[in-house]
Nanobody
Framework: QVQLVESGGGLVRPGGSLRLSCSVS????????VGWHRQAPGKQRELVAS???????IYAGVVEGRFTIFRDTTQNTVDLQMNDLQPEDTAVYYC?????????WGQGTQVTVSL
């Protein structure tokens, strides 16, 4: 059973930074992609950033230039560095991994951007 465990969420002021980390229970090379999604109150889940097994990293337009996704294939971790956070970034952030047609999700970590 694949497990993804997030950490690093919290409360931050606008313009601040947070780094989320996800520990994956198996090798990252076993997945077609790993990444982060988020769900804001009253909205659908959306892709934030993804690291395909092959190819370049993918970012949602609204976070490009502010967020950076990292992966460590020796530690099997996927991090999301978030800079210049804004109130609209407030959401539950989920670590995700995809293998063929199966998506695996972590339990989520809350990020709140507020004064």
């Amino acid at each position: 059973q694949v497990q993804l465990v997030e950490s690093g969420g919290g409360l931050v002021r606008p313009g601040g930074s947070l780094r989320l980390s996800c520990s994956v229970s198996s090798t990252l090379y076993g997945f077609d992609s790993v990444g982060w999604h988020r769900q804001a109150p009253g909205k659908q889940r959306e892709l934030v950033a993804s690291f395909p097994r092959y190819g370049s990293r993918i970012y949602a337009g609204v976070v490009e230039g502010r967020f950076t996704i990292f992966r460590d294939t020796t530690q099997n971790t996927v991090d999301l560095q978030m800079n210049d956070l804004q109130p609209e970034d407030t959401a539950v952030y989920y670590c995700t991994a995809r293998l063929r047609t199966t998506d695996y999700w972590g339990q989520g970590t809350q990020v709140t951007v507020s004064l």
